[in-house]
């Protein structure tokens, strides 16, 4: 005799393939693809297709945040993306005077739609799901990760990686910070990990972390914003697989491959690192460890 | 019974044809149990993404890489072994709490109002109160005091899990202690127990024999909600797993971790099982 229990057990087996193969996988779309056209030679120096004609409107947020800016004032050539932008500028032929800087926030700036710049520079990751919306110019910045701890810790003096061998640092999970942790310091202690970089600051600010790792851009608002007499204790060196920064065109804008080529050459001759150095690196901003 | 008992035909018959029902059931479990699992198997094995799903998800070299711990990746074995010290710290402790805090919640007498009321408080509060906050409020919140001695992430994580499953513990003991009828008490008094020898000898006993599966059921949540502590910022084997998974992109880790623990909990369930027969049985002796 067959129970009632086998037969309930038996359809609910039943049901269940039913609903796997209803649920049959949606298969992978093809990625979608960067369309890098243009060739070279249609970068007239000075002569570009722009919003208005021999000048180069360049747009950022307001306020503009050191040390990518500094004083609120794109137009003072200082702070790291005022630099890096002007340097583009003079590598496409317009002069320091021929820049215009235009008011965008982040938001619009990366949104569907007519753009009221020929680049923008605001520290935008380049991402796929970005991409979607708009061009992006080669990337003039790979993210660092970077040690913050709070004043009077036992690392905040510390200079090399060395230094904090025996730091009890935290990181958050799954992320590029933890892999500097592991594959850079290599703390002996074992790091702590945190569901979000909240939590991590948390840590910190308990002292239950004596510091912890983030990418530079966090580690200067969480210092300069966040954390009560929270310092940077220094910058990592590369890891992983970074983020990275690049100069927000609009979709399919004529300027996108000059702009690339521009930042190409500007990494290439070592401008980058340069300007790099001077405005993250340099006074005020991130030490590096060795 | 003597040895020239023979049994009735009827009852020869009667045993035959159980033999027959019971052979005719085994084999029909059997074959239903056979054509569900081909079924299941064809249908996973067969659906158009299983080749997808088995690379991402049962990887033996990542699961070893995992388990074993490479690179600069934790091991989850040694996660598991924080998990298995929790487990066996926490369960004593919440066990001893939840008993107390029972006992505090069963005392008689208007003097003992205060005591009952905390005890009701903190049963109505902790068993409320999400395991999560609680963990969050323990570990970043009490260091945040900055207090001279404030014990590790780990040891406040801890407290966190025995306080919240202490209030479940001590509702099923409570239950136990109630289900006793009054009479044993009364029995016992009347035989010149004190009221703290009654609950011993007479009350406790009984109590938590019978509510020994309940018990045994909450320890076994209480074992896998351990690797909550990992919010802290602790390494468990959760936390292992899914640092594993992060690095390699692929989900074998947890499948790992969700093994480990099914293997961990396997002993305890088994001995739930059993005690719950076992109580049935005694119950129904008679039947």
Not at chain 1, 122 to 147: G, K, M, W
Not at chain 2, 46 to 59: H, I, N, Q
Request: proline share 6%; glycine share 8%.
């Amino acid at each position: 005799m067959v129970s009632r229990f086998t037969l309930l057990t038996t359809g609910g087996a039943v049901l269940a393939l039913a609903a796997l193969a209803g649920c049959s996988p949606v298969e992978d779309n093809a990625a979608p693809t960067a369309s890098a056209s243009a060739s070279a030679d249609v970068c007239p120096a000075g002569a570009l297709p722009t919003k208005t004609a021999g000048k180069l409107t360049i747009g950022t947020d307001n306020p503009a945040y050191e040390p990518w800016f500094s004083d609120n004032d794109p137009k003072n050539g200082k702070g790291f993306e005022s630099a890096v932008a002007y340097q583009v500028a003079q590598r496409l032929g317009y002069s320091p005077d021929n820049v215009i800087w235009t008011s965008v926030t982040f938001n619009n700036a990366i949104a569907p739609g007519p753009k009221a710049f020929d680049f923008d520079v605001n520290q935008f990751s380049i991402t796929p799901e970005r991409r979607n919306a708009v061009d992006f110019s080669s990337p003039y910045y790979l993210v660092r990760q970077t040690v913050i701890s709070t004043k009077g810790s036992k690392i905040a003096n510390a200079k090399t990686l060395a230094d904090l061998k025996e730091a009890k640092l935290g990181a958050q999970v799954g992320t590029t910070s933890y892999q500097a942790v592991t594959d850079l310091i290599k703390p002996s202690n074992q790091p702590s990990v945190f569901n979000n970089n909240d939590d991590a600051k948390a840590a910190l600010v308990n002292g239950t972390v004596d510091g912890i790792v983030v990418d530079l851009p966090t580690a200067f608002y969480m210092t300069a914003a966040e954390l009560k007499d929270g310092i940077i204790v220094g910058q990592l060196p590369q890891v992983g697989v970074p983020e990275q920064f690049g100069l927000v065109l609009d979709k399919g804008s004529t300027l996108t491959s000059c702009v690339s080529t521009a930042v190409d050459q500007l990494r290439q001759d070592g401008t980058l690192a340069v300007l790099e150095k001077t405005w993250l690196a340099g006074s005020g901003g991130a030490p590096e460890l060795q | 019974m003597t040895g020239s008992h023979k049994p009735s035909d009827i009852q020869l018959e009667r045993v035959a044809y159980r033999r027959k029902r019971a052979i005719r059931s085994t084999l029909l479990a059997a074959l239903s149990t056979a054509v569900v699992g081909v079924l299941l198997y064809l249908g996973v094995t067969g659906s158009p993404g299983w080749e997808r799903v088995k690379a991402s998800f049962l990887d033996w070299d990542i699961a070893v890489k995992a388990l074993t711990g490479r690179d600069n990746y934790p091991s989850i074995l040694s996660g598991l072994w924080l998990n298995i010290r929790l487990m066996v710290i926490c369960t004593a402790c919440a066990l001893a709490l939840g008993l107390l805090i029972a006992i505090l919640r069963t005392l008689r007498g208007p003097v003992t109002f205060p005591v009952r009321a905390l005890a009701t408080t903190y049963t109505y509060s902790f068993r409320g109160l999400p395991l999560i906050i609680v963990i969050y409020l323990f570990a970043f919140g009490i260091p945040g005091l900055r207090l001279q001695g404030t014990p590790s992430v780990t040891v406040l994580g801890a407290a966190a899990i025995v306080v919240t499953y202490g209030a479940y513990l001590a509702e099923v003991f409570r239950a136990g202690i109630e289900s006793v009828h009054p009479s044993q008490v009364a029995a016992a008094r009347s035989l010149g127990l004190s009221y703290r020898r009654t609950m011993r000898h007479v009350v406790l006993p009984q109590a938590i024999r019978r509510v020994t599966p309940p018990l045994l059921n909450d320890t076994v949540a209480l074992q896998k909600d351990v690797g909550l502590i990992s919010l802290a910022g602790p390494i468990d084997a959760i936390r292992a797993a899914q640092i594993n998974q992060a690095g390699t992109a692929n989900f074998t880790p947890y499948v790992v971790a969700g093994v480990l623990f099914v293997l961990l909990a396997l002993p305890l369930i088994g001995v739930t099982d059993w005690v719950t027969l076992r109580a049935a049985r005694r119950q129904n002796a008679g039947n």
